[in-house]
């Protein structure tokens, strides 16, 4: 009797905390068919603007997200814009806060992602290397902590990532706790350089990853921006760049979800 009265608990406690979840379309109500379809296909939802056409940012026009998660980026002045909406869905397990946290904690698994390279003609590591420093200031090589019993509220992180184009670059990533969800955000706080030339200035470069466990499973809304040089942008596929940059956090993000609920099992 015991046994089945904790049971019962136990499935009301997850049915109350399901119910609580919002769904997609309460996050992002009436977007067009053919954008929702893009969302929870396999590749998601990718657009790249540009500040001389005018942005085109879904969140900005027809999301309820708190607005800090755009502003962020657009307060940095980017000439261009790439914003990304996925969802990793429920077959993979239901995810918490925790979880994600976790995800995000083992920086050495950005490292031997591959993105396809034009200049090379073959797919390549973005990031050769990919490490945790002690801070903006010192860059000895920590290791990346075991996974958390519970959630800070916020934290700072210094990571160090072997750049194919850039060389080393340093990125300073700060999470934080929203509302309903977990807030990721990574900049650069050195220039990134090329031969020693200066690309993007320092914080230049913003990134803002949100996630939020939704009825349908985890969404992951990302955007990031950046600023450059006129003489560089005519020499550089800016918005490549940034998407393929995006991409690669993403898919480390949400592959690292799956390996923790996997190892919850």
């Known amino acids: ?75 940095r002045n980017p000439g261009y814009v790439v914003e990304s909406i996925s969802i990793l869905p429920l077959h993979y397990g239901t995810a918490e806060l925790l979880d994600i946290y976790n995800a995000l904690g083992n920086v050495r698994n950005l490292s031997g992602r591959l993105y396809d390279s034009a200049t090379r003609n073959q797919a390549v590591p973005l990031f050769e290397e990919a490490t945790r420093i002690v801070s903006d200031r010192q860059t000895t090589v920590i290791p990346d902590p075991p996974p958390a019993a519970r959630l800070p509220q916020t934290e700072t992180v210094f990571i160090r990532l072997r750049d194919a184009n850039f060389g080393n670059t340093f990125y300073r990533g700060e999470m934080a706790v929203l509302r309903n969800g977990l807030r990721y955000t990574l900049s650069n706080f050195r220039s990134m350089s090329y031969y020693f030339v200066p690309v993007i200035r320092e914080n230049r470069f913003v990134a803002q990853l949100y996630f939020e466990p939704i009825q349908e499973g985890v969404l992951i809304y990302s955007i990031a921006g950046t600023d450059i040089s006129d003489f560089f942008a005519s020499r550089i596929h800016v918005d490549s760049a940034i998407s393929k940059r995006l991409a690669v956090i993403n898919s480390w993000a949400i592959d690292g979800i799956i390996n923790v609920l996997q190892n919850n099992r």
């Open 1 to 75: 009797m015991k046994k089945q009265l904790i049971a019962v608990i136990f499935m009301f406690c997850a049915v109350c905390a399901f119910a609580q979840l919002r769904a997609f379309d309460q996050i992002f109500p009436g977007l067009d068919e053919e954008i929702r379809t893009a969302v929870f296909s396999d590749s998601g939802y990718v657009r790249a603007s540009r500040k001389q056409r005018g942005f085109v940012i879904l969140a900005q026009r027809s999301a309820n997200l708190e607005p800090q998660i755009v502003n962020m980026v657009l307060s």
